[in-house]
């Protein structure tokens, strides 16, 4: 099995001390206990991402596999993805495309209602509703059950309930999706990495 993307910043930030290895732990779990490959796809920067993942010493958890591979491979910032009006099922689609893997082969894992809208025909995915990012429950789940767990937790009917947006691109509890977050930065810096553009 294939995971699209496991790593977000606010589950790292909300780690007591004393799960701080697990958390660092886990990307190193998932590739050799159930043979994953881990990506990030994030309407941020790259280079945001890439120096995010040096900050907490993860980078090397999205290098090169395959000879020839540039590093930081599987990171993918906005333009990676296809620019600010792409969405990630169509980036995903893409990416399931160009390495043959099936639905059932990849785990999206996501914060943005709208990102699990676009890839729930593409994949299997999991939606992280809590503003504190992954827990450490769903992260003990995905490394115990590779992936299977997580995405058993959300039954196609549940995808209902996730919120709309309104015209201001926030969400019924708030939450704002990736896209609106991005378009209305326009006064600071377009495209900056937040808590819940990382995954």
């Not at 980078?59 to 020839?68: D, K, S």
């Not at 992260?139 to 209902?160: F, I």
Request: proline share 4%.
């Amino acid at each position: 099995m294939h995971i699209q993307s496991c790593l977000t910043l606010p589950m790292v930030a909300s780690a007591r001390t004393h799960e701080l290895s697990r958390v660092h732990s886990a990307p190193d779990d998932l590739r050799l206990r159930w043979g994953m490959e881990l990506f990030v796809a994030s309407f941020a920067d790259k280079e945001l991402i890439v120096r995010v993942l040096e900050l907490l010493n993860c980078l090397h958890h999205f290098g090169a596999l395959r000879r020839g591979e540039p590093p930081a491979a599987r990171l993918f910032g906005w333009r990676e993805i296809g620019g600010p009006l792409t969405t990630k099922g169509q980036f995903l689609q893409r990416l399931l495309a160009e390495r043959g893997w099936r639905h059932e082969e990849v785990l999206f894992i996501d914060d943005q209602a709208d990102n699990i809208r676009s890839a729930r025909p593409v994949c299997r995915t999991f939606w992280v509703r809590s503003a504190q990012g992954l827990s450490m429950e769903d992260l003990e789940q995905l490394r115990s059950t590779g992936g299977a767990g997580l995405s058993l937790l959300e039954p196609s009917e549940r995808l209902q309930s996730i919120p709309a947006e309104n015209a201001s691109g926030a969400t019924e509890d708030g939450r704002r999706s990736s896209l609106a977050q991005l378009s209305s930065e326009g006064e600071g810096e377009a495209g900056s990495l937040t808590t819940t553009d990382m995954v």
